[in-house]
């Protein structure tokens, strides 16, 4: 007989995410994936000025801020075909790449690892032991029996006082728990260093962007850095060179912590290779433009369908006409007045028409988007396949340096198509932070070269034309594809869209009833106590769910919460 396992809210995410699913013969055979919380600020931003745009739109979440400052400002620009100085350039590809940092160490060691990771087994680990093997897969400088002991007496003073603090109901003991007490130690040692590391991107974001989270230095045409040598009062050499001693620290924990606790992780839990993979069509976007048109990427973008690497085509400039046509957005299973069909974003509503929970009619404020017509999985593992496709060096590079971790700890050889799972999309994340220090360090680079030759320019004013203009600006966030869709009249906003990468794996039942990523995963996943379903947590946590971004908040006895005044 199915069981019936509704968890609410799904936790360690950002924002109020409702997971339903049906449990028959140990596995899932049903999945619903509901949104709890109402996003209203496109209705906020109809009739503004298009340059405050991307000051709002930063609001939609405390995590995803810089983000939505870049894909809000890039639809302006796009909708005005603006160019932008190359030293703005730099500056936000320098700003992007350490949110992602950030963001990338914090999912993996604070949001999803304790799926993973048995804390109080770690107690019973030799603290010896496990600096033995730590300091067999890598150089870190924390990787010490010192360190180790350090945090095995921490975990135990927790224990013996009863407060077990941010390690507290956790599924310890769980049937699904398999690695050793050694290597839950060194996990558990390696999440309180990341709390540091994470750190060392902050840092860099708040130099460049004047404060972190919500970047305060960008605008329509540019950034609002001033450069110069001889003045403290704006971006100077000197705390450009202090920008580049936090991003060797960043190296050096990426590459000597992060990636190899995914590969050996991922080579103690390869039966995960074959479960979680979905939906298999994957969307990305080319990111860190290198010139002033938006023509030149660093990274490569671009569309492949049902997991076969032969089908894939590129996205490739900010103009491209296969992305701007290709995107559309469903509420037959929303709460949104619809009844017009998957609309495209320049024409898209939202318009709340709330009804509770029905399984077969509307049950999220999630939204459903399409590609081509289909759902789409956006995220670190598209973006992963589309570097291998396109034989991107830099990608190329850090896959096999993980995989060759895996086959180090777990003596397993993993074919490309294991990436098409759970643990797969926390492998590419590690591929695309490796990816992310040295385009970050690259870009460091280029703007120093760039000053060198006496080019001071940060900004190019924008125009605004009379008459109707509209423009789509998109950015492969640390979530995946994100774009912000624009519609301009006579300089005012008249129609505004955002197709976030939580709306994209998050969204309920499409026009055609097709499961969304985030359900289609959750398909065939095996549930050893119902009571317990750590393993639907293990799923969804790998997409790093931020509903904060697809959604926001209603009372659903209409009455009014607050009221908001635009000045």
């Known amino acids: 007989m199915a069981k019936r396992i509704t968890i609410d809210p799904i936790t360690r995410i950002e924002g109020h995410l409702r997971i339903d699913v049906e449990v028959d013969g140990g596995k899932v055979t049903k999945a619903w994936s509901s949104g709890q919380m109402w996003r209203g600020v496109e209705q906020i931003l109809l009739g503004r000025d298009p340059r405050d745009a991307w000051a709002i739109t930063q609001r939609f979440c405390g995590v995803c801020t810089t983000v939505h400052a870049i894909a809000s400002i890039r639809s302006v620009e796009n909708a005005l075909q603006m160019e932008i100085p190359l030293n703005a350039q730099f500056i936000r590809n320098m700003i992007i790449s350490a949110h992602a940092l950030h963001d990338e160490i914090v999912h993996f060691y604070h949001l999803s690892a304790l799926d993973w990771v048995d804390v109080v087994s770690a107690l019973s680990a030799d603290a010896d032991k496990t600096a033995t093997l730590a300091e067999s897969l890598s150089t870190w400088s924390g990787n010490s029996k010192h360190e180790f002991r350090k945090v095995k007496e921490k975990l135990k003073g927790f224990v013996d006082n009863g407060q077990l603090g941010i390690f507290a109901n956790g599924y310890w003991g769980h049937p ?7 290597v839950n130690l060194l996990a558990v040692t390696h999440y309180l260093q990341a709390l540091q590391a994470q750190r060392h991107a902050n840092k860099i974001v708040a130099i460049l962007g004047s404060k972190s989270p919500h970047i305060q230095n960008v605008a329509v045409g540019g950034v609002s850095n001033p450069i110069s040598t001889d003045s403290q009062s704006v971006l100077t050499v000197e705390r450009l060179l202090a920008v580049k001693t936090e991003i060797d620290a960043l190296r050096d924990f990426v590459e000597n912590v992060y990636m190899v606790d995914v590969g050996a992780i991922g080579a103690m839990y390869a039966d995960w290779t074959k479960i979680g993979a979905g939906v298999l069509n994957y969307l990305s976007v080319p990111d860190y433009p290198l010139d002033t048109k938006g023509t030149q990427f660093v990274t490569k973008g671009g569309y492949i369908s049902a997991g076969n690497l032969d089908s894939y085509k590129p996205i490739t400039t900010f103009n491209d006409k296969m992305f701007q046509d290709g995107v559309a957005e469903s509420v037959k299973h929303s709460w949104y007045k619809g009844g017009k069909g998957a609309l495209h974003p320049y024409k898209g509503e939202t318009i709340a028409d709330y009804t509770d929970f029905q399984e077969n009619g509307k049950y999220s404020w999630v939204k459903s988007p399409t590609f081509q017509g289909k759902p789409a999985q956006v995220g670190p593992l598209a973006r992963v396949l589309a570097g291998v496709v396109a034989k991107d060096e830099l990608t190329l590079k850090y896959l096999n340096k993980l995989l060759g971790t895996v086959e180090a700890v777990g003596k397993v050889k993993l074919p490309l198509s294991a990436l098409h799972s759970t643990i797969g999309r926390h492998a590419a994340r590690a591929v695309t932070a490796g990816m992310n220090v040295n385009i970050l360090e690259g870009q460091w680079t280029m703007l120093m070269e760039n000053l060198a030759k006496g080019d001071i320019k940060t900004f190019n004013p924008p125009v605004f034309p009379k008459g109707e203009v509209s423009g789509v600006g998109f950015h492969e966030a640390p979530r995946g594809t994100l774009s912000h869709w624009v519609v301009i009249d006579n300089g005012k906003i008249k129609n505004y869209q955002a197709v976030v990468p939580s709306t994209w794996n998050a969204g309920p039942r499409n026009e055609e009833d097709q499961l969304g990523p985030y359900e289609a995963s ?32 209603v009372d659903t006895e209409k009455k009014e919460i607050i009221k908001v005044k635009a000045l």
Not at 176 to 182: G, Q, R
Not at 523 to 547: N, Q, W, Y
């Open 176 to 182: 699904a728990m398999k690695l050793t007490p050694e």
């Open 522 to 553: 959750l398909m065939g996943t095996p549930i050893a106590d119902p009571e317990k379903p750590l393993e639907v947590l293990r799923t969804i946590h790998s997409f790093d769910p931020c509903i904060a971004c697809a959604i926001h908040m």
